[in-house]
């Protein structure tokens, strides 16, 4: 380990310089998988059976889904890697400087929310592991937990970039050793899972349920990462390719998720419970628990700590003026507010379908809006200097109401296809006529950028305006 590893990081939201992107291709991939060797991603898959899925064909959702969603969430750590920019500043460009507040503040609330549910799972597994050798399950003690789970991400949030890739690098491959060991004794010792559960559904509901957790649990998990993508892929250099950087990324995603989905699923099979306490205690006792528990405490810090930094980072994104260390603070107090919400809610596995699903339908039209304009509009060619302009002389505008326009058409569009738990946000196209098919994320996307890009044809081209300026 060098001085250069544990360096701090002064960087905020302006564009990396060259000479400090030195972050290479498998440390991307490090830093992706380690936040996502989460006991989030056992309740992901565990979903699917609570939810009265067969474990075929909830392995089957979350392997097809991932394929589709990790390819997207990749193909946003290449707009960093070619710009050196973070996500939500990069979003100016789609939708104007003022503009992209929108998604920035909507991004800040969002990971505010992520910090609880990731909190919620260290606390819950320490409770279940910790009553085995006579530590009861108080409110003292949880808050114990929480507040020490809590202070660490803050810590290393605080100290940026330059920290995470460094926990991520040496933490990771240990903590991988610990789930393969999880993984044989799951799945080797007898009456652990149920490996011939079928599903107990209708064939409507079978299918809306079908297409429901592809959204939530396959394809929307690696939606749910992009707004992150591009904060940690600035940094590595411009000599290294945009495939490998798209590669290495997609590996740390997919691998891990699925992995551990398909962990939870087959657990949940005879547990058929969502609480990762029951999940554990009902496969791993004794010394075991005790490594399980070092990776339980482990993958909420190493996902958490990107939520910290980035949280921060989209709040100055949207025009705040405080400092990346007063806002981490504030990131990290907000979070602990939602775990204590999580941690007491009356059914974690709903609250946390809620809350996918409610993420969902903002974020994959953002998603599409942004992917039109960056690699279709745009061909991946950014006028960085632009982007920090004021908005009355930037020449990507104040708000592009292009952008905006497109954007709530795809809010419509995945609305009117979404199921989900939520009955508010359940849509008409999807109850009435598709039988509950859930295809809200393939609208949101679809319609958004397509939208965007029609629109496109009737304004100013940016780089137009800035070559023009240049000429006078």
């Known amino acids: 380990m060098t001085d250069s590893e544990l360096r701090a990081d002064i960087h905020s939201i302006e564009p990396i310089p060259d000479a400090d992107r030195d972050s290479t291709g498998p440390q991307q991939m490090w830093i992706w998988a380690g936040a996502n060797i989460a ?6 898959g565990a979903l699917g059976i609570i939810l009265k899925l067969g474990l075929m064909e909830t392995i089957a959702v979350i392997v097809l889904g991932n394929i589709v969603g990790c390819a997207i969430f990749a193909t946003f750590t290449v707009m960093g890697h070619k710009t050196g920019v973070n996500q939500m500043v990069l979003s100016r460009s789609a939708f104007g400087v003022r503009g992209a507040y929108l998604p920035s503040i909507l991004m800040f609330l969002m990971t505010l929310g992520w910090i609880g549910v990731n909190t919620y799972f260290p606390v819950k597994v320490s409770m279940g592991i910790l009553g085995q050798f006579g530590i009861p399950d108080t409110w003292l003690v949880q808050l114990v937990v ?50 011939n559960l079928t599903t107990s559904l209708p064939p409507g509901a079978h299918l809306a349920m079908l297409t429901m957790l592809t959204t939530a649990i396959g394809v929307g998990w690696g939606i749910s990462w992009v707004t992150w993508a591009s904060d940690y892929s600035r ?19 997919f691998v891990p998720t699925v992995w551990l989905g398909i962990l ?3 657990i949940a099979s005879t547990t058929l419970d969502t609480d990762p306490a029951k999940m554990v205690s009902a496969v791993f006792g004794g010394p075991v628990s005790i490594l399980v528990l070092l990776m339980v405490l482990h993958g909420p810090i190493a996902t958490n700590i990107l939520n910290v930094y980035s949280a921060a980072l989209a709040a100055l994104s949207a025009g705040l003026k405080l400092s990346r260390f007063w806002l981490t603070v504030i990131v990290g107090v907000a979070g602990y507010l939602v775990t204590l919400y999580f941690i007491f809610a009356p059914s ?30 745009r061909k991946g060619k950014i006028e960085v200097a632009e982007l920090y302009r004021s908005p009355e002389t930037s020449a990507y505008g104040d708000i592009n109401w292009a952008g905006m326009i497109a954007f709530f058409a795809g809010l419509v569009a995945g609305w009117l296809v979404q199921d989900g738990l939520v009955e508010a946000l359940q849509g008409p196209i999807s109850i009435n006529l598709l039988g509950g098919a859930d295809l809200s994320w393939l609208f949101g996307i679809g319609v958004a950028g397509l939208v965007y890009l029609a629109l496109g044809k009737f304004a100013t081209s940016p780089s137009s305006v800035v070559a023009s300026s240049a000429g006078r």
């Open 264 to 266: 939870g699923a087959t």
């Open 348 to 377: 974690f596995a709903k609250a946390f379908d809620h809350w996918m699903i409610s993420l969902l339908l903002w974020m994959s039209p953002w998603a599409g809006v942004v992917l039109a304009d960056f690699f279709i509009k």
């Open 39 to 44: 006991p989030v991603n056992w309740a992901l």
């Open 146 to 195: 929480i507040t020490l789970v809590m202070a660490v991400q803050v810590l290393i949030g605080v100290y940026g970039f330059y920290a995470i890739r460094t926990f991520e690098k040496y933490t990771v491959p240990p903590t991988i050793a610990i789930m393969v060991l999880m993984s044989v004794l799951a799945w080797t010792r007898p009456g652990v899972v149920n490996w």
């Open 235 to 253: 940094f590595v250099p411009r000599s290294v390719p945009s495939k490998s950087v798209f590669w290495y990324s997609y590996v740390g995603m």
